[in-house]
Every structure is written in C-alpha cells, then in structure tokens.
C-alpha cells in the first residue's frame, strides 16, 4: 500500500505504530487523544495530517498520491523514527522511568 488511513477510534489508534514501521505513508486524523511519543512526530516528515472532521480527507489524498517524492520521505521517515525511538529496549526504558516517577507519587 501507499497510503494507510489512520482515524481515531474511542482512543488513540493502537495499530498507528505498527502503521509507522511499515514503511507506507500514514494518513493520521489530527485528534486530541495521544500517546507520549505522539509530541515528537512532525506532520509531512512522520505522517500526513487531515482534519478530525475528515472534511479534507479525499484531497489529502488525492495530493499526496501526486508526490512521489513526499510519499517517499514520509514512509522512510515514519519507519526510521520507530526503529530508533520506539524499539523494545527504549519502551523498556520509558516503562521503568515512568513506574520510578510513579512510584515517587
């Protein structure tokens, strides 16, 4: 696939990682429900960006599928962030740090 539409649910998608490793191009609705690493992707570098409404949705696709070379560095991106950022050893780290500071609660 080129494109992988990623709308919310009742929460944040569980599948967007595996969506971001798969080195297609993620079309992600812009939603208010995030995981921790949501803040570190960058809209048209990780993903592709529409609107929460999806009022836009077939024009972001059609002007995408036009790119060729966006399609590219998004897919190699997305998949490069997850393999370095999200792999099991830095979720390892990022559990083990939030159950320290939970436990300092």
Known sequence: YKLVVVPDGN??????????????????Q???SEEFWYRD???YHHFIPFKRDVSNLIDVIRSSLKNESLLRHVAQASTLYVLEHLNSDSMKCYLVHLLHAYAQV
């Open 11 to 28: 929460s944040v998608p569980d599948r967007l990682l595996d969506f971001l490793a798969s080195n297609v191009v993620v079309l992600k």
């Open 30 to 32: 812009e939603s208010t």
């Open 41 to 43: 992707l960058q809209p």
